[in-house]
């Protein structure tokens, strides 16, 4: 139980375009979604979280405007790169957890590999 | 401005011996500790994880030792085998749920 499952695993765009990553729990229903990037032999980054009809809370530096995080459901969340860079270029993984755990368990998705031409 | 240390940054370590990796924090408030394994390409998945009141938990050939007072914890891999070989990632998160990352170890088990 407890599957993350992201899409797409990689991705290349150019320079100025936007992609959207999905992030999708399988078999239950996150309340709590969050964003992390990884960057190569770096830890993890956390980004922004997000509640489920709700307006997600980005980390500090992180510019709002440039990563669009959307929880419209309790099995998806999905982050919008608008007008990537080459310096968008990570790891983006996502992870949820739900309100009844009797945990703080996240758990993780496999990661999308952004690349900006 | 790193919440969570760790170290060692990296360990090689002889098939069936035990792999020792060590954090640190700062924060009394919080108040659960997973560890995850990543994979090259691939996401963190959970290993183990404890609460700080208890002092040690094992599960299978992974324990976690949670020292209190100290405010440190470490992950002993006991008969580490060439699978193991990975990126290791302490963690901490208070009651907001939100998870403060440590470095990372690499670790690679020699056959």
Redesign the interface.
């Known amino acids: 139980g407890a599957v993350v499952s992201q899409h797409p695993s990689w991705v290349i765009c150019k320079s100025g375009t936007s992609v959207k990553i999905e992030c999708r729990s399988l078999d239950f229903q996150a309340t709590t979604m969050f964003w992390y990037r990884q960057f190569p032999k770096q830890s993890l980054m956390l980004m922004a979280t997000s509640n489920e009809g709700s307006k997600a809370t980005y980390e500090q530096g992180v510019e709002k405007d440039k990563f669009l995080i959307n929880h419209a459901s309790l099995t998806l969340s999905t982050l919008t790169v608008t007008s990537a860079h080459p310096e968008d270029s990570s790891f983006y993984i996502c992870s949820a957890s739900w309100a009844s755990s009797s945990t703080d368990t996240q758990y993780f998705g496999p990661g999308t590999r952004l690349t900006v031409l | 401005q790193q919440q969570v240390k760790q170290s060692p940054q990296s360990l090689i370590v002889q098939k069936g011996g035990i792999s020792i990796i060590n954090c640190a924090y700062e924060n009394t408030a919080f108040d659960?500790f997973?560890w995850?394994q990543q994979f090259p390409?691939?996401?963190?998945?959970?290993l183990i994880?404890i609460r700080p009141d208890v002092s040690e938990k094992k599960e299978g050939r992974f324990t976690i030792s949670f020292n209190k007072s100290a405010k440190q914890f470490s992950l002993h891999i006991m008969d580490s085998q060439p699978g193991d070989s990975a990126t290791y990632?302490c963690a901490a998160?208070d009651s907001w749920?939100?998870?403060q990352?440590?470095?990372?170890t690499?670790v690679v088990v020699t056959p």
């Open positions: 659960y997973p995850y390409g691939k996401g963190p998945a959970l994880a990632f998160s749920g939100k998870l990352f440590g470095a990372g690499q």
